[in-house]
T-cell receptor, first 113, second 112 residues
Framework: DAGITQSPRHKVTETGTPVTLRCHQTENHRYMYWYRQDPGHGLRLIHYSYGVKDTDKGEVSDGYSVSRSKTEDFLLTLESATSSQTSVYFC????????????FGPGTRLTVT | DAKTTQPPSMDCAEGRAANLPCNHSTISGNEYVYWYRQIHSQGPQYIIHGLKNNETNEMASLIITEDRKSSTLILPHATLRDTAVYYCIVRVGQGGSEKLVFGKGTKLTVNP
């Protein structure tokens, strides 16, 4: 357990509404990640952060933005949610060092109707 | 695209060793092999990683061939709680900015 929490754990929202998911860690790890998981696609990286205010895009970043104003929090925002963004979202942190193994949070199940 | 190939599913009897193969024939000399697993609806769980030597921890053993083109994850005494999807991943990139590219993994079912 790397002290990672995600909120909310479940959310149902309507198309076109903004949604923000929060990832919180308690151990001051530098690297944080947002993934989404869909049937048939496995996990895909959305955005990641390598420090406060330092973020970069992953492979499926369109329609998402992120912010990291504090080491412990990494926020994922869907500016205008679409049904294609219905998914399970996982946050992860990377233990800095030689190999950077990642540890994942419990996930947020988002449904966009 | 994932740089690894795994069988889609495997079965194992409880108490027996589970040997999960992975092919990574295009791996580069400085790329690590990681194994993760995902138990139904939970977040993926880190298991083990290696570069070229065999590795063992409290969860599993990792055997990497001398040419590094393939590896095997060994769960020495599988239990029902080891039923999960197991992902073999080659790290792409360096220094924390790497991307873990998850393929479809192997669904391991441990039977009583």
């Amino acid at each position: 357990d790397a002290g990672i929490t995600q909120s909310p754990r479940h959310k149902v929202t309507e198309t076109g509404t903004p949604v923000t998911l929060r990832c919180h860690q308690t151990e001051n790890h530098r690297y944080m990640y947002w993934y989404r998981q869909d049937p048939g696609h496995g996990l895909r990286l959305i955005h990641y952060s390598y420090g406060v205010k330092d973020t970069d895009k992953g492979e499926v970043s369109d329609g998402y933005s992120v912010s990291r104003s504090k080491t412990e929090d990494f926020l994922l925002t869907l500016e205008s949610a679409t049904s294609s963004q219905t998914s399970v979202y996982f946050c992860a942190i990377s233990v800095s060092g030689v190999t950077y193994e990642q540890y994942f949070g419990p996930g947020t199940r988002l449904t966009v109707t | 695209d994932a740089k690894t190939t795994q069988p889609p599913s495997m079965d194992c009897a409880e108490g027996r060793a589970a040997n999960l193969p992975c092919n990574h024939s295009t791996i580069s000399g400085n790329e690590y092999v990681y194994w993760y697993r995902q138990i139904h609806s939970q977040g993926p769980q880190y298991i083990i990683h290696g570069l070229k030597n065999n590795e063992t921890n409290e969860m599993a053993s990792l055997i990497i061939t001398e040419d590094r083109k393939s590896s095997t994850l060994i769960l020495p005494h599988a239990t029902l709680r080891d039923t999960a999807v197991y992902y073999c991943i080659v790290r792409v990139g360096q220094g924390g900015s790497e991307k873990l590219v998850f393929g479809k993994g192997t669904k391991l079912t441990v039977n009583p």
